[in-house]
């Protein structure tokens, strides 16, 4: 089993539409997450940190699950300048520093 | 401030040829990274460096060898270059609250 997996998509939706992606994490002594966006032939670049409370930034929302081990991204009123692939990202204490990342969701917003 | 900076940005191969990539960040981070990332694979780390003067593999370390210079930066080379070589490789810096910054990325092809 990978230690952090997602669906890998496409997400094909239409401008304005909600969609939500799940992350699943192996590791129960994960202490830290993270939701990063790679546009197509670029660095990836972080999106935002999840929080066990739950996190907003905008159009976009967090949520933390450490019981079922689930991580997920929810993003309203998708626009074109979505379109990227998403990365969920955790961190294990007994990992260092060192953090392992999902292979991504695309997500293709369409006008 | 550049942030992380690679270079090259481009570079092609013949197989057995060495060559040096080279990372650079001016962000005052202690941690320092570097990743490979091919289709279907997501991002691997190949090694790391938590500080100035230690190196540690990672996932997929076969083929290269790292410098950690200075704190500025850190330096991945490949030996003997192979086709299995040929991927887009990040180079990564991280705060202390886990937040990874990358490089924009050098694309190398081994023929």
């Known amino acids: 089993r990978k230690e952090v997996e997602q669906d890998p998509g496409p997400f094909n939706v239409p401008e304005g539409a909600t969609v939500a992606f799940n992350c699943t994490y192996s590791n129960s002594a994960s202490q830290s997450f993270f939701w990063y966006r790679q546009d197509c032939r670029k660095e990836p670049k972080l999106l935002m940190s999840v929080y066990s409370s739950g996190n907003e930034d905008g159009r976009f929302t967090a949520q933390l699950n450490r019981a079922s081990q689930y991580i997920s991204l929810l993003i309203r009123d998708s626009k074109l300048s979505d379109s990227a692939t998403y990365l969920c990202v955790v961190n294990s204490y007994n990992q260092g520093g060192k953090l392992i990342f999902g292979q991504g969701t695309e997500l293709s917003v369409k006008p | ?111």
């Open chain 2, 1 to 111: 401030n550049a942030g992380v900076t690679q270079t090259p940005k481009f570079q092609v191969l013949k197989t057995g040829q060495s060559m040096t990539l080279q990372c650079a960040q001016d962000m005052n981070h202690n941690s320092m990274y570097w990743y490979r990332q091919d289709p279907g694979m997501g991002l691997r780390l190949i090694y790391y460096s938590a500080s100035e003067g230690t190196t540690d593999k990672g996932e997929v370390p076969n083929g290269y060898n790292v410098s950690r210079l200075n704190k500025r930066e850190f330096s991945l080379r490949l030996e003997s270059a192979a086709p299995s070589q040929t991927s887009v490789y990040f180079c990564a810096t991280t705060t202390e609250g886990l937040e990874q910054y990358f490089g924009p990325g050098t694309r190398l092809t081994v023929t």
